[in-house]
């Protein structure tokens, strides 16, 4: 039953998928830091969830390769569907965080700035130029290597959001939802959801799955030291972004790889 919790608890976060819910916790007493817990532990299914968005994702593929749909047409579905899937939870936490860093002057503003639902014209400019960067990536993929990359892109990113809830410390000590996954997250969720990442990726791209880890594993502790450095810490918006720009950046390391070596995918 505690698995089922955790893994409906990551679904229901994740995404916009209708799925039966399970009772919160085995405490009949659900405080604050039993629901903080709770959080943390879903973070085990993290990897999982992004697995279940890649199948989507590739069915979806696999369904316009076999109608009379242009390959042009097909990616902005696949990309439209993508963003829908995750209810754009992630993208408004990266437009948040650009709006945050590029318009606060202290921990302060950038924290309010962030806390602040609406967003700014630097927000859009960067959330747009995200958007274009994916889709350009995802139209310029190898056809060979499409699923492979569906498949594995929103798993990485997953993946990343949990390394930087175990590294990261919350910059706001109080309500931010950032905090509840940090305070409880350990070496569990962190070892599962690895192996989880490890064994689909492995299978997948053999070595060249390597460089993709470290490409993820890279862009979270430079986003950390920076946002150490700036504000102290991390929020819910920062993981995110964090999120978002490991997914751009797999999608373009895999890119840049296909042009040079020929690497054996097992759809």
């Known amino acids: ?112 700035i962030m806390k602040d639902s609406s967003t700014g014209a630097k927000g859009v400019v960067a959330l747009v130029s995200l958007l274009l960067l994916k889709f350009v990536l995802l139209v310029e993929m190898p056809l060979l290597l499409k699923d492979a990359v569906l498949f594995v892109t929103p798993t990485i990113g997953r993946w990343s959001m949990v390394i930087a809830a175990f590294l990261g410390k919350p910059a706001r000590l109080k309500n931010s939802m950032g905090k509840l996954f940090m305070d409880y997250v350990s070496w569990r969720e962190v070892i599962f959801a690895s192996l989880t990442l ?26 950390l030291k920076y946002c150490q450095k700036k504000i102290g810490g991390i929020s819910g918006d920062i993981l995110g972004a964090i999120n978002e720009i490991v997914e751009v950046s797999v999608l373009l390391v895999i890119c840049l790889l296909s042009q040079f070596l020929s690497l054996s995918v097992f759809l």
């Open 1 to 112: 039953m505690k698995i089922l919790r955790d893994l409906s608890l990551a679904i229901h976060f994740l995404t916009i998928l209708p799925i039966a819910s399970f009772p919160p916790s085995n405490n009949t007493n659900q405080d604050e830091e039993g629901l903080a817990e709770d959080f943390a532990n879903s973070m085990t299914f993290f990897p999982l969830v992004g697995m279940l968005i890649g199948l989507l994702l590739v069915v979806l593929r696999r369904i316009f390769y076999y109608l009379p749909v242009s390959p042009l047409i097909g990616d902005t579905l696949i990309l439209i569907v993508w963003i829908w899937l995750s209810g754009g939870l992630h993208l408004d936490g990266f437009a948040d965080s650009v709006d945050g860093f590029l318009g606060g002057n202290n921990k302060e503003d950038i924290l309010n």
């Open 198 to 223: 490890t064994i689909i990726g492995s299978l997948l791209f053999k070595l060249y799955f390597l460089p993709l880890v470290i490409v993820g594993m890279g862009i979270v502790l430079l986003i």
